[in-house]
């Protein structure tokens, strides 16, 4: 558990030093509440003003790609993770924490959504209910061992997504970055 913990505060540590980079020594970064005009992007990534934010530790379905339901029926993967961020965001206040910037320069967020007076995480419940995926890092590891246990679970359960067929969107995404390296 102590490792988890380590690990978790050193990926933490170096997304914040990669922000701090780029800000003033008296800038720390503030909570963000997600406006309800937000224009969603993908399951894990939103535009918000002139800003785009991505959810830290969490991979959406592609979209463009299918998921199969066992009555033979196809649907846009992508857009099933994308509709259930849609509905978080619109059933919730959602607030987020800057952690950092990915290459793309989105901010990197962790999101806490109010729901019947409890807080809750914004990637643990998308993962959790089978609609995301817990992203990793180029070699394959876990960003957040947290989301990989609710992911694990979400699988067993065959809840979500995973009572379909589908292409795991972070193996789909190493396959893609393992071509582009060849």
Known sequence: ??????????????CASAQAQDAPDSAAPI???VS????LLTGDTWRDGDRTFRLYGVQSCLRGTSAEEPNGKKVDCGNASLAHLAALFDSAAVTCQPIGYALD???FVICGAQLNGETIDVG????ATGYAFAAT???GKAVNENYLVAEINAKMKRTGLWGTT???PVQLLLNKRSEIQQ
């Open 1 to 14: 558990m102590k490792q988890a913990s380590f690990a978790a505060l050193a990926a933490f540590s170096v």
């Open 166 to 168: 589908f292409q795991h």
């Open 31 to 33: 909570p963000l509440v």
């Open 124 to 127: 643990t419940a998308l993962i």
């Open 36 to 39: 309800k005009s937000a224009q």
């Open 137 to 139: 890092t180029a070699k």
């Open 105 to 107: 320069k989105a901010v």
